[in-house]
């Protein structure tokens, strides 16, 4: 029997997204897959360093709507589909901004 592993729920997210790996200088453009209070999955076509720490800037909204949130996190997966990140900063502002985007996105898809 295969168990999942995760401790938060992941919801499917589509939205505009900036990762900055710190210490090979990468910097990705690109959308989320999908999301959740814990981390993210984002589709790019470079390998990363796996254990590299990075930043992630997600935009929602749109126009005067715009919310820009961006949280520390660690790469914890990447291969040809993608990269996962682990989020390291969630309880910070950014971090509780970040679980209410989650949390509004998971209520109004």
Do not use: W
Not at 77 to 104: H, P, W, Y
């Amino acid at each position: 029997m295969d168990r999942d592993r995760r401790r938060f729920t992941r919801i499917s997210l589509n939205v505009p997204t900036i990762l900055s790996v710190y210490r090979v200088e990468a910097y990705h453009t690109g959308r989320i897959a999908n999301i959740s209070a814990g981390g993210c999955f984002l589709p790019i076509d470079e390998e990363l360093p796996v254990g590299e720490e990075c930043e992630v800037t997600i935009m929602t909204g749109e126009g005067l709507e715009t919310e820009k949130v961006t949280v520390s996190g660690k790469i914890v997966r990447s291969d040809k589909e993608g990269a996962g990140v682990m989020f390291t900063d969630s309880s910070s502002d950014n971090g509780l901004q970040l679980k209410r985007i989650v949390a509004q996105y998971e209520d109004n898809p």
